[in-house]
């Protein structure tokens, strides 16, 4: 008994520091909210840390294409590709969607509904008109009372014939129509996303299509396009390159939030949202194996009200009222620079949201933003203040490669740049997640017999630093060196670079 109780302590006492060492990864790295359950979560954890040994004992020093990461895969929209249990739940509501549609019942409430609310009124109408035994009969305001009850009731009572609204049999969802029998190519695409939105079941899907379409003609959705928000809203977001997978992507500023005007009108805020949505969906292409979907980043860098609950209850808003009526059309949901504030304030969301919404949260702290960027978007679509290469109205770049090169700790890698032509222009960008380091920039001429000529003299370059841009107009052949020196003894470094030649007839 005594070693039976020894090993029971024994295993706890493990248990307890494989949670702790976890935990502690988890703060370094980005974090997922409530993604999956706890196991499953701690199971991710481990097995990126797994893949990265991995990486570390690949031959780190040459170069290579950006490796394009994306987790999370979205489902095939294709029918072939579903499972036997999903294709027969398309099936089903595409039957139901049919019926509705062409027999005029798509916004009518169920007969159970309607017998409910006929009950429910039968018993508070005898209630009201019971005798009540501590009133006296002779009391005339407790009988006018009674009576007023009695004739609201009546007035109330859904005895009448429920009037159905008219269903158009062109009815359209962001411009796809939805009566299965047009055979629309994008139809299978919408219903997918209510189905998967409700884990296929199919009447809870049919409920949630039917509230989004009641919710789109109240709120006047479908002419939100045209409506003006002002210049300040217009600047807390923009659309701006594309991800690994082609998607759109959303960039939300919080720091405009710092004006308590834009949140305190919550039913502005919450149009200017839908808008920004529908604008985002009008980019998509809802066909199967098209892009059906937008990628949001949200920036908390000097968001201003993270501590005031008017700005949190509109957060809430926003995101419940998307998550109902704009299903799987967000691909994730990555937030950046976030304070640690954030943390406390999104368990407030948390019962509010469903566990497929929470998988799409991705959350990281300042130092971790580009390298988390990267595993969704490619280095020359991130805007340049986030570590990338993007610049507006940049004229120096177009589709060259970004490549890549790991820096060991302790160690110095080189670039070289090559110039067959005796005269032009080199022009790179190069960015070293975290800097840290030391750097230089030479151009070394094929004659053995000419100097080097320094470009950049070798300067230590701080972790605030962004991507670097340079060129250099050479007058005969050669090649631009770049040395990164890894001045680190324990993390290594990633350096991502791009290059171009710029000749007079290139120009």
């Given amino acids: 008994m005594i070693k039976d109780c020894l090993n029971v302590i024994i295993g706890k006492r493990l248990n307890m520091t494989a949670e702790v060492k976890v935990e502690e990864k988890q703060v370094e790295s980005e974090v997922v909210i409530a993604s999956v359950e706890e196991e499953t979560t701690v199971k991710v954890v481990v097995e990126e840390e797994k893949e990265t040994k991995v990486e570390e004992e690949q031959d780190e020093s040459k170069p290579k294409g950006v490796e394009k990461i994306s987790f999370f895969k979205e489902e095939s929209d294709f029918f072939s590709d579903l499972k036997e249990s999903e294709k027969k739940a398309l099936s089903d509501l595409k039957t139901k969607l049919e019926e ?34 501590v009133v006296a009969e002779d009391s005339p305001k407790e009988e006018a009372k009674t009576d007023a009850n009695a004739e609201t009731i009546e007035k109330e009572s859904p005895e009448e014939e429920v009037k159905a609204e008219a269903v158009d049999n062109d009815i359209e969802l962001w411009g796809v129509p939805l009566l299965p029998s047009k055979e629309a190519e994008g139809t299978d695409v919408i219903l997918l996303k209510f189905l998967r939105a409700r884990d296929f079941k199919v009447n809870e899907a049919f409920e949630m299509l039917k509230k989004t379409l009641k919710w789109r003609k109240e709120h ?3 002419s939100i396009l045209g409506e003006d928000f002002g210049e300040d809203l217009a600047s807390a977001a923009y659309m701006n390159g594309l991800d690994l997978e082609s998607r759109p992507v959303c960039y939300n500023i919080y720091s405009v939030f710092g004006n308590e005007e834009l949140y305190q009108s919550r039913e502005n805020l919450l149009r200017w ?15 199967p194996g098209g892009v059906t979907s937008l990628l949001q980043i949200h920036d908390l860098n000097n968001c201003p009200g993270l501590y005031k609950k008017e700005l949190w209850v509109a957060i809430k808003n926003a995101i419940v009222a998307l998550q109902d009526n704009y299903p799987e059309l967000v691909s994730r949901n990555v937030f950046i620079n976030v304070p640690f504030l954030f943390y406390a304030g999104s368990t407030l969301l948390s019962p509010f949201l469903t566990q497929r919404t929470k998988s799409k949260f991705v959350v990281t702290r300042p130092a971790n933003v580009t390298e988390t960027l990267l595993k969704y978007i490619p280095a020359e679509e991130i805007p340049v203040q986030y570590g990338g290469f993007k610049r507006d109205d940049d004229t120096e770049f177009s589709n060259e490669a970004v490549s890549e090169v790991v820096v060991k700790p302790g160690s110095s890698e080189t670039i070289e740049i090559p110039s067959a032509e005796t005269e032009g222009t ?3 960008d190069i960015a070293v997640l975290g800097w840290e380091v030391s750097y230089k920039e030479e151009f070394v001429p094929a004659n053995e017999g000419a100097y080097t000529i320094i470009v950049q003299k070798g300067k230590k370059i701080g972790s605030n630093e962004g991507p670097l841009r340079n060129s250099f107009k050479n007058s005969e052949s050669g090649k631009i060196v770049l040395t990164v020196d890894n001045v680190s003894s324990k993390k290594k470094k990633r350096v991502l670079y791009r290059y171009r030649n710029k000749t007079e007839s290139s120009c």
């Avoid at 949202?273 to 066909?287: A, H, N």
């Fill in 273 to 287: 949202r839908f808008q920004l949505m529908e604008k985002g969906i009008q980019k998509l292409d809802l066909k």
């Fill in 220 to 222: 006047k959705i479908d």
């Fill in 100 to 133: 509705a549609i062409t027999e005029n019942t798509l916004f009518k409430e169920s007969p159970v509904k309607v017998e409910k609310k006929k009950s429910e009124a039968i018993v508070t109408e005898e209630e009201a008109t019971s005798e009540p035994a």
């Fill in 426 to 428: 080199l022009v790179w």
